[in-house]
T-cell receptor, first 113, second 115 residues
């Protein structure tokens, strides 16, 4: 059974800092990996999707990498801003046409002004 | 930009009552999902739906749950007899095509509170 882990559960950094959020998964047989952002009490906003054949994806200040063989992904946020404060969830898509997602618990990021 | 919508945003019900949560997926999408998130816990997969039938369901999705696509736009989740432990945020998601290559887009969620 796939397990996704995100450590630490919470992170607080000063504004402007570059930071890395980690995600690990137990079964390397994945189709893709998605990073989501969740604001308190809100839905999930997709940030980046990395297909299993890719190594990284970039969108603006965000860069996500994938090392499928070791079961790891990182989300790099450059020049963090207070508006980046949110919970960041990692989810892996399981094999099969349905591609259901298995989520980590998320990392709650607080960027201090 | 197209988005997944869900109604209501918050539903309060008494234990044992039936509830229907509604979703309008993105119009050209083919795969539909329901997930739930109990407060403080992980987002969990409930069920996937394709070609007008359930394609996969989790252990959570027992006989109390059902899904339906009654017309070309809506996708509903019904809980027949709610329990206290059904209190959670329920998210609908949709995806354009198969093969696991496409992003799942999530709706804003319905917060279900069972009293």
């Amino acid at each position: 059974k796939q397990e996704v882990t995100q450590i630490p559960a919470a992170l607080s950094v000063p504004e402007g800092e570059n930071l890395v959020l980690n995600c690990s998964f137990t079964d390397s047989a994945i189709y893709n990996l998605q990073w989501f952002r969740q604001d308190p009490g809100k839905g999930l906003t997709s940030l980046l999707l990395i297909q299993s054949s890719q190594r990284e994806q970039t969108s603006g200040r965000l860069n996500a990498s994938l090392d499928k063989s070791s079961g790891r992904s990182t989300l790099y946020i450059a020049a963090s801003q207070p508006g980046d404060s949110a919970t960041y969830l990692c989810a892996v898509s399981e094999p099969g046409a349905n591609s259901k997602l298995t989520f980590g618990k998320g990392i709650t990021l607080s960027v201090r002004p | 930009e197209p988005e997944v919508t869900q109604t209501p945003s918050h539903q309060v019900t008494q234990m044992g009552q039936e509830v229907i949560l509604r979703c309008v997926p993105i119009s050209n999408h083919l795969y539909f999902y329901w997930y739930r998130q109990i407060l403080g816990q992980k987002v969990e997969f409930l069920v996937s739906f394709y070609n007008n039938e359930i394609s996969e369901k989790s252990e959570i999705f027992d006989d109390q749950f059902s899904v339906e696509r009654p017309d070309g736009s809506n996708f509903t989740l019904k809980i027949r007899s709610t329990k206290l432990e059904d209190s959670a945020m329920y998210f609908c998601a949709s995806r354009a095509q198969g093969g696991g290559t496409d992003t799942q887009y999530f709706g804003p969620g319905t917060r279900l509170t069972v009293l």
